[in-house]
């Protein structure tokens, strides 16, 4: 998560820094990577990471959402990924 201060100065107050993506996920297939800061999941504005957890666990796994990031403070993108089961642990 983006310090507040920093996201309301540089993004508005809102945003969601992606700090880890792992090799074979979805975010990795859409070319996320570290540093992107996601602005929308879905069409709704996103401050924290709970705001992005509450729009993916409100689909289904199989659907698609939307993606709206930054990367490097200027460069605008949207990642499509498609909703998996998250991986059981042993």
Do not use: C
Request: no cysteine; aromatic share 12%; charged share 25%.
């Amino acid at each position: 998560e983006i310090n507040p201060l920093y996201r309301k100065q540089f993004y508005g107050g809102v945003g969601v820094q992606v700090v880890q993506v792992w090799d074979g996920t979805p975010a990795s297939d859409a070319g996320m990577v570290p540093g992107d800061v996601i602005l929308e999941v879905g069409g709704v504005t996103v401050a924290d990471e709970y705001d992005v957890y509450r729009v993916i666990f409100n689909h289904s796994v199989g659907e698609t959402l939307r993606f709206a990031a930054l990367r490097d403070k200027k460069e605008q993108l949207e990642f499509e990924l498609l909703l998996q089961e998250f991986p059981r642990q042993p």
